[in-house]
């Protein structure tokens, strides 16, 4: 039973780390826009919030998708 919680909690601590490394790869990404085409006043607070949002959204998605495909591909151990 210990292995069962220590596996989940590595499994927990790599989705963390996933994230975190992808919304700043997102934000760091983010950085390149110019952001005064789009938008009135983008130095002000709401303008960085935005880009925060943004890239939480982004990183969020892109570590999900890398989340499904690993989970993926330990499950084509099954088709054969």
């Known amino acids: 039973m210990l292995f ?14 996933l994230s975190i490394f992808f919304i700043g790869l997102a934000w760091w990404g983010l950085q390149n826009v110019r952001w005064d ?3 009135l006043k983008p130095n002000s607070p709401q303008g960085k919030l935005m880009v925060i949002l943004l890239s939480i959204i982004i990183g969020s998605l892109v570590a999900q998708f890398f989340r499904d495909y690993f989970g ?6 099954h088709l054969f």
């Open 4 to 17: 069962d919680t220590t596996s989940m909690g590595i499994d927990g601590l790599v989705q963390i780390l």
């Open 37 to 39: 085409i789009f938008l």
């Open 72 to 77: 993926w591909t330990t499950l084509l151990k």
